[in-house]
C-alpha cells in the first residue's frame, strides 16, 4: 500500500456553476494543485470580469458553510407553487380560443379586414 503522502486525488480540478438567475454568467472554480490555490473566476460569456485566488488551507469555512448550505436544502426541499388558478374571464376566453381553433374557416378566400384610411 502506498503512503498517504504518495496518493493522488482522482477527483476534478475545474468545475462551472452557473448563475442562479439564468443570464449568461458563472462562476469557475479552479484548482491548481501543484500551487495549493484554488481559484474563484467571474465570467460573463466567455469574458473572465474578476479572479480571487485562495490558498487550499483558507478554505475551510466555504466548506462549511456550503455542507451546511447542502444539508438545509436536503432536509428542506423546496415545495412546488400550487398552480395559479385561473378566473372566470380567463377560463372563458381560454375556451373561445379553444373553440375557434377547433372550428373550420367559413370563409378561406376572404382577405383579412384592414381598416380603411
Known sequence: MKPVAELKPTGRHRVFVPQ???SDEFLRVTWHESDRVVVFSHWQGDICVAATPVLVTDTADLTALLVDALGDAANHPLVPAPPRVLSL??????ALRRHRRDQPPTHATTPPWSRSA
Open 89 to 94: 374571464r380567463e377560463r372563458f376566453l381560454n
Open 20 to 22: 442562479a438567475l439564468g
